[in-house]
């Protein structure tokens, strides 16, 4: 890591810079962090990132996202926490769809989407 960058400065940027008209956002919500895997409309990775959880890292994350992303439409997922109502309402407000999931559900669900 760079000398100086803070912990959600860092992200892989994985796919080539093309545009997209839908962004999919598969979160990972802790309490210290914020796990963001942004993938497009056909199934590729195109960046995997972390972000810290509060109104300011996610004001961050709203921003890089238009920025790199330009206009595209953004839906995101994230398992039910005890932060992630407020996340939740953050980037809605914002203009994004996001599901919160019930992180029990998705668990005995996974075998079947393998």
């Not at 000398?3 to 309490?31: E, K, Q, Y």
């Not at 004001?59 to 992630?84: I, T």
Request: proline fraction near 3%; charged fraction near 25%; glycine fraction near 8%.
């Amino acid at each position: 890591m760079k000398r100086g960058l803070r912990r959600w400065d860092r992200w892989v940027l994985i796919g080539t810079n093309h545009s997209h008209t839908m962004l999919h956002l598969g979160m990972d919500l802790s309490r210290t962090r914020l796990d963001v895997d942004v993938i497009d409309e056909e199934g590729e990775s195109l960046e995997v990132s972390v972000w810290p959880p509060h109104r300011d890292g996610l004001g961050h994350l709203l921003r890089h996202v238009a920025e790199r992303y330009g206009g595209a439409e953004a839906m995101a997922v994230m398992e039910s926490m005890d932060s992630a109502r407020f996340v939740h309402d953050t980037l809605v407000l914002s203009g994004w769809s996001v599901e919160i999931a019930d992180a029990q559900k998705v668990k005995s669900l996974a075998p079947l989407a393998c």
